[in-house]
């Protein structure tokens, strides 16, 4: 499954971006967007890579990645 972002124009006119929907390719995602939208103007399409963090990130590493940042220390605090 891949990602498509849409920005489409409604029926009445009102434009709305980002529409972000999950299928195999373009034809399922702009089916399913059409279920949605009636008689919408597709305006951009995008689709997006599912190469975003591929690995989760656990709570220790967060911890530690906070407790490195220097703005995170009070002055005279370690």
């Given at each position: 499954?891949h990602k498509?972002?849409?920005?489409i124009?409604?029926r ?23 279920q ?12 997006t ?5 591929r690995?989760?990130?656990d709570?220790?590493?967060?911890i ?10 009070k002055?005279?605090?370690?």
């Amino acid at each position: 499954m891949h990602k498509f972002g849409f920005d489409i124009r409604t029926r009445s006119g009102h434009k709305v971006n980002n529409i972000m929907i999950m299928a195999r390719d373009f034809e399922e995602a702009e089916r399913r967007l059409r279920q949605m939208y009636t008689q919408c103007e597709i305006v951009n399409r995008v689709e997006t890579s599912g190469e975003g963090r591929r690995n989760p990130i656990d709570v220790d590493s967060l911890i530690g990645m906070i407790s490195r940042h220097t703005s995170a220390h009070k002055p005279g605090t370690q």
